[in-house]
């Protein structure tokens, strides 16, 4: 531990690397750029609090294509057991503006069940945007539950429990670098 980082005893094993996250983040950043093209300025619709790394790094990457960008962020949570809603979530933090007309692109960490998705492309819909897109850094297709649009989408994991990069347990190793999955240990001494 002296030498370590403290967080490198817990992880059992990495399923994305920083780099492999680095390498995706500007192909999808290209991509958007080139669809994005003609829009004077994307609008980044950022949910917290998992998307804050990618939504930061995607951002920048999207600034070196070329591509102004303005960023936005929500807050929310599902109303009790995510595994048994049915997708209605509570707005913990609005938008702070108007997106009326505006081109969005919701920037998530990970698509899960894709409830919260789900009920987020509803709202920004609600709300006049133009259009809404998505990009997800992760997906995980053996859970997902709703079938939601996502044009862009960095990896798809297997249906484990993984932390890291913005991905939290009990709000903890979001600091990560990477995505990983957490030993056994962990869970039980929490
Ligand atoms: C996570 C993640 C997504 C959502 C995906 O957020 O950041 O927003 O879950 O899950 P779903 O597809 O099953 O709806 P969480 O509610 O854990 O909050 P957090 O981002 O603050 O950790």
Not at 36 to 62: H, I, N, P, Q, S
Not at 159 to 168: K, P, Q, R, S
Request: glycine share 8%; aromatic share 8%.
């Amino acid at each position: 531990m002296a030498d370590g980082i403290w967080y490198e005893d817990d992880i059992a094993r990495v399923v994305v690397t920083e780099e492999q996250i680095r390498v995706k983040t500007e192909e999808l950043a290209k991509q958007v750029a080139a669809d994005y093209a003609t829009v004077e300025r994307v609008l980044l619709v950022g949910v917290l609090k998992g998307a804050v790394m990618f939504m930061a790094d995607f951002a920048r990457a999207l600034g070196r294509c070329g591509r102004p960008v303005e960023l936005e962020f929500m807050a929310v949570s599902s109303y009790g057991q995510r595994a048994t809603s049915s997708g209605v979530v509570r707005i913990l933090k609005d938008l702070d503006r108007d997106i009326a007309g505006r081109r969005v692109i919701v920037v998530e960490d990970i698509v899960d069940s894709g409830l919260t998705l789900s009920w987020l492309l509803r709202y920004l819909a609600s709300r006049s945007a133009a259009t809404v897109d998505v990009v997800a850094l992760l997906r995980k297709p053996d859970a997902i539950q709703v079938q939601v649009p996502v044009k862009y989408v960095g990896f798809d994991i297997p249906n484990e429990f993984v932390v890291g990069y913005g991905l939290d347990f009990a709000e903890g190793y979001r600091e990560l670098p990477y995505v990983g999955v957490l030993k056994p240990g962990v869970y039980a001494r929490a």
